[in-house]
């Protein structure tokens, strides 16, 4: 397979930024989506100035497994064909859920290789899809809300980040937030990865997983793991080697997971022997609030200041 390794210190290949009449096309790559967030996330971001499209199956259910917006070959056949429409300048997952790791390998990734890169924006069940991305594709991408989800929709500064890393870039490279504190001190540089923990955990061993993520900072966050699960998901990530040579780790929300205490007391066990400043609460995943956090950029983490500062807009000039 081939591969497009982070050339250090410059990180991936960042897509164009937006701007007013650029093309969205909104997928369902994982669960299936609710028609009216569909229809309010499509209006929010057309008062953007921003064209949508809903991909020909977003709405679609699997005719069995209900917990999957259509079939494997389906929910591929939408995010090619987006990718591949040069009218597209960038292309939103509508919610996570569970499937992307279904259909990542129907994807026809020399295809997708042979085009410009554009945006691709989604977290949770998405962290696939940025694994593979990265990997195969050499392309950075946009660990952010997607249009169908309540935080999207109901949260306002969620919602205006998003716009301002899309359209303004170089005003959202310091990313910070009031509960960001050091769970381990100090200041360390690399490229930008990572994602929702469970996920990433999972793909350790398929065809898109990294030997490691040596020379990355590494954004962890997850959703209604219990603490032990947490510690049997980390200890899964350190036993495989995926955290050897990390720079630095930021930690961001744990909502579901049980207390934060708890949380902080597993993370500080499992992360903390590693010896690299780790931010705790940064402010981006499965909260009620969330950063959009770009993946594959070369940034400056600082604990002590509780900042992730990018070396350049996630987004390039056009």
Not at 29 to 38: A, M
Not at 86 to 100: E, I, K, L, S
Not at 145 to 165: I, N, V
Request: hydrophobic share 40%.
């Amino acid at each position: 397979m081939d591969q497009h390794p982070t050339t250090p210190g410059r990180g991936l290949a960042r897509p164009p930024h937006l701007r007013p009449g650029d093309h969205v096309t909104v997928v369902a790559t994982s669960g299936p989506i609710d028609p009216r967030r569909l229809a309010a996330g499509t209006a929010l971001l057309r008062s953007w100035g921003l064209r949508v499209t809903g991909a020909p199956h977003v709405l679609d259910t699997h005719p069995v497994l209900d917990h999957l917006a259509g079939t494997d070959a389906d929910r591929a056949a939408d995010l090619q064909t987006a990718w591949l429409d040069p009218t597209v300048d960038a292309v939103m997952c509508a919610r996570g859920g569970y499937g992307v790791h279904r259909m990542v390998d129907l994807l026809d990734w020399n295809a997708l290789r042979a085009v410009p890169p554009k945006v691709l924006i989604g977290y949770s069940d998405v962290s696939s899809l940025h694994e593979a991305f990265a990997q195969r594709l050499g392309v950075a991408t946009l660990y952010g809300p997607m249009s169908a989800t309540a935080t999207f929709l109901e949260d306002g500064p969620t919602a205006e980040h998003l716009r301002r890393t899309l359209f303004e870039p170089a005003a959202t490279t310091v990313l910070t937030s009031a509960t960001a504190t050091a769970l381990v001190p100090g200041r360390a540089r690399g490229i930008t990865a990572g994602g929702c923990t469970h996920v990433l955990a999972a793909e350790r061993g398929t065809p898109a997983a990294r030997p490691s993520y040596a020379g990355h900072l590494l954004v962890l966050e997850d959703v209604n793991e219990h603490p032990y699960q947490l510690d049997r998901l980390l200890t899964q990530l350190l036993r495989s080697g995926a955290f050897d040579g990390v720079t630095g780790i930021a930690l961001g929300s744990w909502e579901g997971c049980g207390p934060l205490d708890r949380v902080r007391d597993v993370m500080f066990d499992r992360l903390g022997p590693l010896g690299i400043p780790i931010i705790w609460e940064l402010g981006f995943g499965h909260g009620p609030s969330t950063l959009t956090v770009p993946l594959g950029v070369p940034a400056l983490l600082d604990a002590d200041a509780g900042t992730l500062t990018l070396d350049l807009p996630a987004l390039a000039e056009r």
